[in-house]
């Protein structure tokens, strides 16, 4: 079955740039019937979406990270990733990566999560 | 941004109860509500999309329902499998948006 992977630094410096990859197994980042996410977990903020990719590179952001979210796909390695600037203490979190797929726009398959800590 | 309201933050049950969690959008979303179950240190797991349907694998003791803004999840016979944290979320507009969570913790 599908099975996600967050990949990444677990400690980022303040200001600098977060980054993380999503590894897909069992299936293809290039099938057109879903939608690739990032949601991020603290304890301060809940859930929250930060924005998903599809396979042709087309992406929406919440608007509330847009100015300094990037999402990326990568075909040929069956990834997408995420990038986040300018990073302060409010961006620690866990992060999830996502699919968006099968019926009502839900968020079927999820990855574990990874812990970042922004934190010089 | 659409707000999502649970209700109540957290409740306790014994095993065999009937839980009922409330959402409440902030304006209508027709039937876009998704619920998940989250335990400690694990991810979420969809049970529940479009309002009403269950999710493939999912015990059938879980339904939904409601439309509009205002929905429940519920657990018809609580099993000791279930203790854990539940979030509703919106599928409607964008940016997608999350409840609060309700904990179901042992009674």
């Known amino acids: 079955q599908v099975q996600l992977q967050e990949s990444g630094p677990g400690l980022v410096k303040p200001s600098e740039t977060l980054s993380l990859t999503c590894t897909v197994s069992?299936?293809?980042?290039?099938?057109?019937?879903?939608?690739w996410s990032w949601i991020r977990q603290s304890p301060g903020k809940g859930l929250e979406w930060i924005g998903f990719i599809y396979y042709s590179g087309s992406t929406n952001y919440n608007p509330s990270l847009k100015s300094r979210v990037t999402i990326s796909v990568d075909t040929s390695k069956n990834q997408f990733s995420l990038r986040l600037s300018s990073v302060t203490a409010a961006d620690t979190a866990v992060y999830h990566c996502a699919r968006r797929g099968g019926g009502g726009r839900a968020f079927d398959i999820w990855g574990q999560g990874t812990m970042v800590t922004v934190s010089s | 941004d659409i707000q999502m309201t649970q209700s109540p933050s957290s409740v306790s049950a014994s095993v065999g109860d009937r839980v009922t969690i409330t959402c409440r959008a902030s304006q209508g979303i027709s039937s876009w509500l998704a619920w998940y179950q989250q335990k400690p240190g694990k991810a979420p797991k969809l049970l529940i999309y479009a309002a009403s349907s269950l999710q493939s694998g999912v015990p059938s003791r879980f339904s939904g329902s409601g439309s509009g803004t205002d929905f429940t999840l519920t657990i018809s016979s609580l099993q000791p499998e279930d203790f854990a944290t539940y979030y509703c979320q919106q599928a409607s507009s964008f940016p997608r948006t999350f409840g609060q969570g309700t904990k179901v913790e042992i009674k």
């Open positions: 069992g299936g293809s980042v290039s099938s057109g019937s879903y939608f």
